[in-house]
T-cell receptor
């Protein structure tokens, strides 16, 4: 079983829709949670960063973390064709032995059509 | 403000050869991490360098080695290339060893034939 599970999709939605992207994880030590967006043949771009449980909002993006369920989500409101990309969840444990290692999900391919 | 840069962009090598990939971190960052991303997969952590030392290593063989220079730039070396080493190699930079937010470069696409 992978430490981080993410449905690869693909997910196709009409412009203006609310998009929900999700990841589940098995390692209860994970404390830092991130969402990255990756356009084709490009490097991942950091979208959201959250620590522990709760919600964080940034413009059209909202990240949610539920540590009790080991479940994180990214919501995109008023989706645009420019949001079409692969969305990667990533997470990390506390310091010490997990300084730099981000553990990623497989990524979900999202297409927003006009 | 320059972001993370990587070179070369693309590389084609033959099985058994050796390759060196280069990374310059984002201005002000001192920590570099390397990841391998196979097609259709999420990035896999190779190792991290801080203060010119390897601080943490993922599940990769010793054929994968690295170096960090005093100016914080870094190299990834892969020896005895295998077909399975074909992937996008990503460099991420951050500030301090207590890494939280990592910023990625565009990657180097390595093809092994």
């Amino acid at each position: 079983q992978k430490e981080v599970e993410q449905d690869p999709g693909p997910l196709s939605v009409p412009e203006g829709a609310i998009v929900s992207l999700n990841c589940t994880y098995s390692n209860s030590a994970f404390q830092y949670f991130m969402w990255y967006r990756q356009y084709s043949r490009k490097g991942p771009e950091l979208l959201m960063y959250t620590y522990s449980s709760g919600n964080k909002e940034d413009g059209r993006f909202t990240a949610q973390v539920d540590k009790s369920s080991k479940y994180i989500s990214l919501f995109i409101r008023d989706s645009q064709p420019s949001d079409s990309a692969t969305y990667l969840c990533a997470m990390r444990g506390p310091g010490g032995t997990s300084y730099g290692k981000l553990t990623f999900g497989q990524g979900t391919i999202l297409t927003v059509h006009p | 403000d320059a972001g993370v840069t990587q070179s070369p962009t693309h590389l084609i090598k033959t099985r058994g050869q050796q390759v060196t990939l280069r990374c310059s971190p984002k201005s002000g960052h001192d920590t570099v991490s390397w990841y391998q991303q196979a097609l259709g997969q999420g990035p896999q952590f190779i190792f991290q360098y801080y203060e010119e030392e390897e601080r943490q290593r993922g599940n990769f063989p010793d054929r994968f080695s690295g170096h960090q220079f005093p100016n914080y730039s870094s190299e990834l070396n892969v020896n005895a290339l295998l077909l399975g080493d074909s992937a996008l190699y990503l460099c991420a930079s951050s500030l301090g060893k207590g890494v939280r937010e990592q910023y990625f470069g565009p990657g180097t696409r390595l093809t092994v034939t």
